[in-house]
């Protein structure tokens, strides 16, 4: 490529990521697409539509106040000693390095999740049932959280251990070994989660025969997904709200949608959503993502390393290096606030790459009607129609309002070229998004 081009394509290229819907933009044949637009954002009632925006937008807050307990949480256990003093008990009891370092990891975990627990308590048990979007009692919550804590106990302390054997064999060149092994260990997991992890929250049953699971199959197999069925799990234990996912690689590929999504929508949105889902996986998302993803972590771990080394300097609080497991508090610290500043990157990678699936979702599907239904429907914890801003900041999935519009702009463009019969867009007349289950358990005792 000439060399005087590539500054403008880098330019257009991160104009795109930034701002995606700029990539699709054209001149709008003859459909009035706003209008269709509004007629579906009216079917969202005020009272809905106050408790979806105040439930997300308490959400900006919560984000970052969860990143500033941990990381008071951490330097406080790294400037009274008590990491220290951990480290040094460890080398005495185990003295391999090994173990050392997994076992600060336990204990790090172990008093991060105690101390946090009643911030994660009202966040992910008390606010979700206030807006009505749980329905899980404390003992069934709390049960949950055990296993979580074991898997994260398990897996995690093991991730830290290599990675340490990782900082303390390439010294300063750590961040970009680093970055390697933690993708190495996202891949095991993302493998390994539908066959061992997933089953362990929900049980996943066979979607039963008939028409909306042949049409979802052949969707599939038509675009590359190898899956020979459909799997049905039970996130009404959990949750009011609608999902779905194909998840898995290399032989552990599962195309799966929550119950909840099938008993509260339309077929059309059934398959729309799953269409969706199934553009992630032939649009090889994982790929990109986790590309993107070894990118940002790489570049994470390099300021850790810099700023790590120059908090430290002279042994302060006792940690000889970055290789020293007492440091471990510390360097968590450090990760926490630098992926905090990278929020709107992180969302934005995310975001590209939703809005190609929704596109891909409605080519496939050709249901632009059940593309918006599923907006409205997540517009319940969701806000529907944020400023740029927030879109742009806070968003890792298109606002409602943004999805709307792209499904009405698609239809009056196929509508134009002759490929679907006319219609004026918008809303089956009578329609209304199904939101009785969150008034129920909002008024349940």
Not at 201 to 227: H, S
Not at 306 to 328: C, K
């Amino acid at each position: 490529m000439d060399t005087d081009l590539r500054p403008s394509a880098i330019l257009v290229a991160l104009t795109l990521l930034c701002v995606p819907e700029l990539a699709f933009a054209g001149p709008d044949p003859a459909f009035d697409v706003e209008a269709a637009t509004q007629s579906w954002l009216a079917t969202i009632g005020p009272e809905a539509r106050t408790r979806s925006d105040s439930y997300f937008e308490g959400g900006y807050w919560l984000h970052y106040a969860s990143t500033a307990l941990t990381v008071f949480i951490s330097l406080t256990l790294v400037m009274l000693g008590w990491a220290n003093g951990v480290r040094s008990w460890l080398e005495r009891k185990v003295k391999f390095y090994f173990f050392v370092a997994m076992g600060m990891s336990i204990f790090y975990l172990t008093l991060a999740n105690a101390v946090t627990f009643p911030f994660s308590w009202y966040v992910n048990f008390v606010r979700e049932h206030r807006y009505g979007l749980a329905t899980q009692t404390f003992s069934q919550w709390f049960g949950e959280q055990l296993i979580a804590f074991v898997l994260q106990f398990v897996f995690v302390s093991l991730f830290v251990a290599v990675l340490y054997l990782i900082v303390r064999a390439t010294k300063s060149a750590w961040w970009i070994w680093g970055a390697g092994v933690t993708l190495a260990f996202l891949i095991v997991l993302i493998t390994s989660f539908p066959v061992f992890v997933a089953p362990l929250f929900n049980t996943y049953t066979p979607m039963e025969d008939g028409p909306l699971k042949q049409d979802i199959l052949l969707m599939a197999q038509a675009n590359g997904v190898p899956a020979d069925n459909v799997h049905v799990f039970d996130v009404s234990r959990q949750s009011n709200r609608i999902t779905a996912n194909v998840s898995g690689m290399f032989g552990t590929t599962r195309i799966s949608l929550s119950d909840t999504l099938i008993a509260r929508s339309s077929p059309e949105a059934v398959r729309h959503v799953m269409a969706h889902e199934i553009g992630h996986y032939t649009l090889n998302h994982q790929v990109s993502d986790l590309t993107m993803l070894g990118v940002t972590i790489a570049i994470v771990f390099a300021l850790v390393h810099w700023s790590f080394q120059a908090i430290v300097r002279g042994e302060r609080w006792g940690v000889r290096s970055i290789a020293d497991p007492a440091g471990l508090p510390l360097a968590a610290a450090l990760v926490s606030f630098f992926v905090a500043l990278a929020t709107p990157i992180n969302n934005n990678i995310v975001r590209y790459h939703e809005l190609q699936a929704d596109y891909f979702g409605l080519n496939v599907s050709r249901a632009p009607a059940g593309a918006a239904e599923a907006a409205v429907m997540v517009s319940e914890y969701r806000k529907m129609h944020p400023t740029p801003f927030e879109e742009w900041f806070f968003y890792d999935h298109p606002s409602g309002y943004t999805r709307i519009r792209m499904a009405m702009r698609w239809q009056a463009h196929e509508i134009a070229a002759g490929r679907i019969p006319p219609g004026p867009g918008g809303p089956p007349p009578g329609w209304r998004p199904d939101f009785t289950v969150l008034k129920e358990r909002e008024t349940a005792p």
